[in-house]
């Protein structure tokens, strides 16, 4: 991440970065414009000091010239014919003057430069170079020549009365005109000899005439070096000597070049600390301010920056949800005029009661949707999501509290029909019905669920009573007792309840689910209207009846399911009445499976029924045959299992195949168990009806073994009894058997039904039966259930010419 440096800091860089190049920008402009100013007036100054010392040098000239012309007039050298008494009167007044006007020599020089008088012997060069000049003219010329000194040189033509002409010579020295320009500009002024071009450094110079030598001489000792003539001349040049600061402008005293200099010094320490002092001000007016603008930026800055980060601050609310608290914290009255923070704050305000509502609108959906995914819209119950996670719940618990915890699964018997029949709208009122029952039936602390569709798992948690589940599951039978009443209709419902329980907090809630399922599973195989606890053989049965129904699900596409017949005889005469169809499994490693092995196993499956209608194909195909071959009033024997015989579409298909075959249903008998009978004693009576219009017969399996009595059959329209084989069995020995089977027979026969003794083993049951007129009877002793070659055989060798013939 980057460094974070505030707004205001920002904000402040910039203006003070701006800010410090305006200011640098300013001052030094204003420093400048102050050293040129000061320059000017230095140049100004100098300016003035050249013409004061031109107006003294003129000044002196004329003094001297006028004094010449006078002298002139006075000796009146124009009445004299030469200029030897002119001369004289030279040298007499030659000490008043040099007294008088500070002269220092005097020459008079006729036309050829010789002189005519001389203060001094020796002309210097310069005196007869503008001697020359001045009779060349015929004007006055003055000069100014430096050699140790700086002279003064006047000259004036002379002209006496025949014409000839001389020119007077008068040098002086400058130190007058010194004297009086330091009266005049208040400067200490000398004469300098500087030998140096005027680009190069400025060395080697010679002071000459000094006004005051004491400050001038250690004045000129600091001259740098490193100054060019060319810029003193320029500028002047800046000396300080003991804390003084001085100025020495100089001003070329020759015209022609010869190192010669009027230098004039300057105390300008007042003035330079006057200007210093100025500077100073500028620089700290120029601070001042730079920083009090800092300041002002800062603050002001501050303060934004600072409602900025109190918003950003504040952000964080929106995620947490607190968005009252959010506008309440970050809300801020604008000072008088409203800024962009007011405006961001603003939309933050607007996009927080937004939030908000969406938050609302949010959980209201939430609600509705846990509402839809825990609780059964139907029946008000918790549905399997809250079972989950009541069940964990329940279980975890048991951690903390000993006890056991229990799952009661629970399935209306027999709902699937009535909601066939009565329609949904009845069927969920009935399961409305059935929820409220159930929840009468347990403690608060237990939860009922709506597992799906007539299933309802209950949770009894926590109890020490191990017993508690039975009470509960008697109370629930108890309640159900009562009729349903649906329209004008009462219903009577069943249910069947399996258990579950278990004391391991580790338990899993699925499994503990699937047992109790399939121990209610094997309450209804019972039967019904009963309740049992899971055990592990439930769930070996369980497996092993996936594994049949699997299987035999491949055996009828693979062919491997056939019928034996077992022929039934009609004692009186011997005569082949029919025959009992009987199942048999080809199964490729078992070998022949017999019936009793899957068929209990498959009970209530939907492979059952398809096997049923299976065996009906294939018996109507048998009789067929066995017509076509020359028995026309054969009679085949079909076991029915409950439910197919229940199965709705029975009757149609069947009608279907016989008239497809164009048989009788005359030559079938349908042999049902007494416990398919009770089972569902309305739905049977239907449906024997409807078969029984059809012309079917009917026969009562295995009797003697259920609970049904005869007077019980009477209601029904049955035409054959058949005794169950165990009574057979045991006739000889046990005369408890024998007694049944006589009874039976009288029974039966008194109702003018037909009575059929299975399981014939022997010729002395044969016999016995015969001796009691039992009317037929069916066992290994006259067959074994036949398979379709053994039959042809039986048929051939056994049943010539329709009755039986026993070896
Ligand atoms: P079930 O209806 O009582 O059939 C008679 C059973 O007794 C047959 O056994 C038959 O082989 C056997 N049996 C006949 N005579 C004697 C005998 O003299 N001594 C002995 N010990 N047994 C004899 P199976 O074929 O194994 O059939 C067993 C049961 O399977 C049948 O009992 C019947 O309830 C059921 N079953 C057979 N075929 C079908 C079918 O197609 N559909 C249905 N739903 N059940 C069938
Ligand atoms: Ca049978
Ligand atoms: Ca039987």
Redesign the pocket.
């Known amino acids: 991440m980057r460094p974070f440096l505030s707004l205001p800091w920002k904000i402040l860089t910039l203006t003070l970065g701006a800010l410090l190049l305006m200011t640098v920008v300013l001052t030094s402009f204003s420093l400048v414009k102050m050293e040129q100013d000061f320059h000017l007036q230095q140049n100004k100054q100098l300016e003035l000091r050249q013409q004061q010392f031109n107006h003294l040098n003129l000044l002196l000239e004329n003094q001297l010239r006028s004094w010449i012309e006078s002298f002139t007039d006075m000796v009146q050298l124009r009445a004299q014919n030469d200029f030897s008494t002119f001369a004289t009167e030279l040298a007499e007044h030659y000490d008043a003057i040099s007294l008088h006007l500070n002269v220092e020599s005097m020459w008079l020089l006729d036309a050829k430069l010789q002189p005519l008088y001389a203060s001094v012997a020796e002309i210097p060069k310069p005196v007869l170079t503008v001697a020359r000049q001045v009779l060349a003219l015929q004007q006055p010329q003055s000069a100014t020549f430096c050699r140790l000194q700086c002279t003064k040189l006047v000259m004036v033509p002379v002209q006496n009365a025949s014409g000839e002409l001389a020119v007077v010579a008068i040098s002086t020295t400058l130190l007058d005109v010194l004297a009086s320009l330091k009266q005049g500009v208040g400067s200490e002024v000398a004469i300098v000899r500087i030998e140096s071009a005027e680009q190069s450094p400025l060395f080697n110079f010679k002071l000459l005439s000094l006004s005051n030598p004491e400050l001038m001489r250690p004045v000129f000792a600091q001259l740098s070096e490193a100054l060019s003539l060319q810029q003193a001349i320029k500028r002047g040049i800046d000396v300080e000597l003991n804390q003084q600061q001085y100025l020495i402008s100089l001003l070329p005293l020759l015209t022609q070049d010869e190192g010669f200099y009027l230098a004039m010094v300057d105390d300008i320490s007042k003035f330079a600390k006057a200007k210093q002092q100025y500077q100073q001000q500028i620089i700290w007016f120029a601070c001042f301010s730079f920083f009090l603008l800092a300041i002002i930026i800062y603050i002001s800055t501050l303060r934004l920056s600072r409602r900025l980060l109190n918003l950003a601050a504040q952000l964080p609310l929106l995620a947490q949800r607190q968005f009252r608290q959010f506008r309440q914290q970050s809300s801020h009255a604008p000072l008088i005029f409203q800024d962009e923070v007011d405006v961001l704050t603003q939309s933050a305000h607007q996009l927080s009661v937004e939030l908000e509502h969406l938050h609302q609108q949010i959980e209201l959906n939430t609600q509705e949707l846990e509402n839809i995914a825990m609780f059964d819209l139907l029946t008000g119950l918790p549905n399997r999501n809250m079972l989950q996670f009541q069940l964990k719940k329940s279980l975890a618990a048991l951690e903390r509290q000993q006890g056991a915890l229990s799952v009661l699964f629970l399935d209306l018997d027999d709902f699937k029909k009535i909601n066939d029949s009565k329609g949904h709208a009845a069927g969920d009122q009935l399961l409305v019905e059935a929820a409220s029952r159930l929840r009468g039936c347990i403690r608060s602390a237990d939860i009922a669920c709506r597992f799906g569709g007539d299933e309802f798992v209950l949770v009894l948690t926590q109890s020490n009573e191990l017993n508690y589940p039975y009470q509960v599951a008697d109370r629930i039978f108890e309640a159900f007792k009562q009729p349903i009443s649906l329209g004008n209709q009462l219903f009577y419902i069943s249910t069947s309840i399996g258990i579950s329980m278990t004391e391991d907090p580790d338990a899993v809630p699925d499994e503990l689910i699937r047992q109790a399922d399939m121990a209610m599973y094997e309450a209804k195989e019972q039967g019904g209207n009963n309740a049992l606890l899971y055990d592990q053989q439930m769930y070996q049965r369980l497996a092993q009846r996936l594994v049949l129904e699997r299987e035999i699900k491949d055996a009828i596409s693979l062919q491997q399911f056939s019928?034996?017949l077992?022929p039934q005889i009609e004692l009186a005469t011997g005569r082949l009445a029919g025959f009992?169809?009987?199942?048999r499994w080809q199964h490729p490693e078992r070998g022949i499976v017999?019936?009793?092995e899957f068929?209990g196993i498959l009970e209530n499956s939907p492979q059952m029924i398809e096997l049923?209608y299976w065996?009906f194909k294939r018996s109507f195909f048998l009789a067929k045959e066995l017509i076509n071959k020359g028995y026309p009033d054969i009679r085949i024997a079909?076991?029915?299992?409950a439910e197919?015989f229940l199965d709705p579409q029975l009757p149609v298909l069947l009608a279907q195949w016989l008239e497809d075959l164009n048989l009788s249903a005359a030559h079938f008998e349908l042999?049902l168990t007494e416990r398919t009978l009770v089972k569902n004693i309305d739905a049977t009576l239907t449906a024997m009806r409807a078969l029984k219009a059809q012309g079917f017969y009917f026969a009562i399996?295995?009797f003697g073994t259920g609970y049904s009595s005869l007077s019980y059959l009477k209601q029904m329209p049955v035409d054959i009894i058949k005794i169950d084989?165990s009574f057979v069995f045991g006739m000889l020995e046990n005369d408890a058997d024998y007694q049944i089977i006589v009874s039976t027979i009288a029974m039966v026969q008194k109702l003018e039904l037909k009575v059929v003794a299975?399981?014939?083993?022997n010729r002395a049951q044969l016999q016995l039966l015969r001796q009691h007129r039992c009317d037929y009877a069916?066992?290994?002793?006259f067959a074994?259930?036949l398979n379709d070659v053994q039959l042809q055989e039986f048929l051939t060798d056994k049943v010539p010419n329709g009755y039986l013939m026993l070896g």
Request: aromatic share 6%; proline share 6%; glycine share 10%.
């Open positions: 019928l034996s077992q009992e169809a009987l199942l017999t019936p009793d068929i049923g065996v079909i076991n029915l299992s197919q042999e399996d295995d084989k299975e399981g014939v083993e069916q066992g290994y002793y074994r259930p």
